[in-house]
């Protein structure tokens, strides 16, 4: 009978194949680390992109709403990692024209008026929202001071009718439009760079004579808590490394305010500066 020989790899040729393999692969990883990397890169930079690029686009939405001559800023604004930067406005979703004069129910500028009717289709309001008549933005004609004094152009809204809008209103209105236009507010936006790596959006709170000071983020967090459906705060963007907002109230002859807004995003020490300006009307 024959023997059936056996045969197999050695010790050694199984070491030397692991060892070929090895170098091989070592090869192929050389080559292939740029191109990986480069893809890893790109699809960084582009999520960096895509951060910078939604945020400035939400801002730039919610100012072209703006209450005219509403828009104010404050805080550092340098472009600096560690800058808090403040902007803030009354959003204005919608208004109208008031009645003037006879016939019907016309806005009363000599005496407090309680109602008046609304000329064209009615807007979008409702009790509790606020009326706004010619907002200048200086004392007198300012949305942000109050609702209750003769000088102070802002009245709650107390009822809707067909056609009229009523207000509480103990004294009159100080100034007529010239166009007879009103706007129709409900609570401020602001967005903030905290000097910490994030853009934080806050809405819904009360509206403040004086856009908040040195302690502003500590503000703004006690104006909206508890958070609620209607008032609270959320985070746009993390790994800001500069951001700067600034406004120009009179870019076209007082009737035009321009905001121009710059935002960083910095990850893996790579930079994504986006800039974006957005055009505000200030006319009241």
Request: charged share 15%; proline share 5%.
């Amino acid at each position: 009978m024959m023997r059936r020989t056996q045969t197999g790899f050695t010790l050694v040729e199984m070491i030397m194949v692991i060892v070929i393999t090895g170098i091989i692969g070592g090869i192929v990883a050389v080559f292939l680390k740029a191109p990986i990397q480069q893809y890893m890169d790109v699809g960084r930079r582009a999520d960096m992109t895509d951060i910078a690029d939604t945020a400035l686009r939400r801002v730039t939405r919610d100012l072209r709403l703006a209450l005219p001559n509403s828009v104010r800023v404050t805080g550092t604004c340098n472009d600096a990692a560690t800058s808090t930067c403040f902007i803030e406005f009354l959003p204005a979703p919608s208004g109208g024209r008031y009645r003037a004069g006879a016939p019907g129910d016309p806005l009363d500028f000599t005496a407090a008026d309680g109602s008046f009717d609304v000329l064209g289709p009615m807007p979008a309001v409702a009790v509790g929202d606020q009326v706004v008549v010619y907002n200048l933005g200086i004392t007198g004609a300012n949305a942000y001071a109050g609702n209750t004094l003769a000088t102070h152009n802002r009245r709650a809204v107390s009822a809707v009718g067909a056609g009229s809008i009523s207000i509480s209103s103990a004294n009159a209105l100080p100034f007529e439009s010239p166009g007879q236009r009103f706007h129709i507010v409900s609570t401020p936006v602001s967005y903030v760079c905290d000097g910490a790596g994030a853009l934080w959006r806050y809405w819904g709170y009360a509206i403040q004579a004086a856009q908040t000071s040195t302690d502003t983020i500590a503000e703004l967090d006690a104006l909206v808590t508890p958070a609620t459906a209607t008032r609270g705060k959320a985070r746009l963007a993390t790994n800001v490394s500069g951001c700067r907002f600034s406004y120009d109230a009179n870019v076209v002859a007082q009737r035009s305010g321009l905001v121009t807004m710059r935002l960083a995003i910095t990850e893996e020490n790579e930079t994504v500066s986006l800039y974006n300006a957005a055009h505000v009307s200030n006319q009241p």
